[in-house]
């Protein structure tokens, strides 16, 4: 099967179905759980991250960060919450619109909303494409971070050189197929 890089990434993360072949996260093949399943492992094992941040318009910062909690019934830990906005320098633009935030701000929020259930796996698809380097270089810190706190594994798709030779290990993938994989620490 050809795949492209956010295709495949949306098929780790249970949003896309493989035409062929299995998916196994912790011993589970995603073929096998139902739509509802699929659903409770996207919100416990799976941060996601997407180039456009895709944050809900009508909610504030706060609240775009606590969503996946409050989808899965459970309620914010405070302290936890406040530590994330604090960690993303986000303390003063808590109740503001992502509309009234910069690029850089919104992927921060992003990432707050991705790490806030301490998934598994964070999937981040060019997170840092839209952004400056500053911010580039502020989002890969929160994601190191967030990896060595949580015990995470982080995919990412990204065409940056320099930020994938941060990373611990590189899959270069052309045309649906693998070219390199490469441990790199």
């Known amino acids: 099967m050809e795949v492209g890089k956010s295709t495949l990434l949306h098929i780790i993360g249970g949003i896309d179905v493989a035409t062929s072949g299995k998916v196994y996260i912790e011993n589970t093949d995603l073929s096998t759980l139902s739509e509802n399943e699929l659903t409770i492992y996207r919100r416990r094992q799976i941060g996601l991250i997407y180039q456009f941040y895709n944050l809900v318009p009508i909610l504030n910062v706060k609240e775009n960060i606590e969503l996946p909690l409050l989808l899965d019934n459970k309620k914010p830990n405070k302290e936890e919450l406040n530590s994330i ?16 935030l910069s690029g850089g701000q919104q992927q921060k929020v992003a990432v ?27 989002i890969i810190s929160y994601l190191k971070y967030s990896s060595k706190k949580f015990h995470q594994t982080i995919i990412m ?14 899959i270069k993938l052309a045309d649906g197929k693998l070219i390199l994989d490469k441990k790199i620490k």
């Open 85 to 100: 906005i604090e960690m993303l320098n986000l303390k003063d633009r808590i109740s503001h619109l992502p509309s009234e």
């Open 157 to 170: 798709v990204t065409h940056n050189e320099n930020i994938a030779l941060q990373a611990d290990r590189i």
């Open 112 to 138: 707050g909303r991705a790490i806030i259930t301490k998934p598994a796996i964070i999937l981040a698809d060019e997170p840092t494409g839209n952004l400056d380097t500053k911010n580039s270089n502020e």
